[in-house]
């Protein structure tokens, strides 16, 4: 699940795009919290965003929740160091740096999401990337066609050079280690 704040009205209408520069993944179940869909309460102010799987929301240009599953967290954290900040300790790196470099790579100056261009075989594990407008998941049994069901089996590339649709801040997380949570439909 995905938490960017509250970005819905008292309608439950979605009115904006983000409320935060902290784009969480968090876990769907968490401490026996039940709550319905849309509301705000006192302790817990955000709207309710739903991915396939972590490797989708690290695509859409979210981070592991410190809150709900800081184990994750701390995996996360200790690649971005080995990608990013190698002179840091995880313990030494603020979240706000993370999160603000994210912010730089979620929408480009057009209001767009930015991809950049990348050898397909150079992608790891958990990379989320596009084909003429198809969006394709890399994983070590090879690359599955993404969508909001599940992932399929797809045929062989004769791409050599794909969109990336995962930030690139993310790819270089994933270079260092770090293993997204993928569907049970990605595993071949």
Not at 152 to 173: G, N
Request: proline share 5%; net charge positive; with cysteine.
């Amino acid at each position: 699940m995905g938490n960017r704040g509250i970005l819905h009205n008292a309608e439950q209408e979605v009115v904006r795009h983000s409320a935060s520069d902290a784009w969480l993944c968090c876990r769907l179940s968490f401490k026996g919290i039940k709550r319905q869909i849309f509301q705000v309460t006192p302790k817990f102010s955000y709207s309710e965003l739903f991915f396939l799987d972590e490797a989708t929301a690290l695509a859409a240009g979210h981070r592991p929740c410190n809150d709900c599953q800081p184990y994750r967290f701390k995996k996360f954290k200790a690649a971005w160091c080995r990608a990013h900040s190698q002179e840091l300790k995880p313990s030494q790196l603020l979240v706000a740096s993370i999160d603000e470099k994210l912010e730089q790579e979620r929408i480009d100056s057009s209001e767009k999401k930015p991809a950049f261009r990348a050898s397909l075989s150079e992608l790891p594990v958990g990379t989320i990337f596009a084909v003429n407008s198809t969006a394709y998941l890399t994983t070590s049994a090879g690359h599955f066609l993404w969508s909001q069901d599940g992932y399929t089996q797809a045929d062989p590339f004769k791409h050599s050079t794909v969109e990336v649709l995962t930030p690139k801040s993310v790819v270089a997380v994933l270079l260092a280690g770090y293993v997204p949570q993928l569907h049970a439909s990605a595993d071949a």
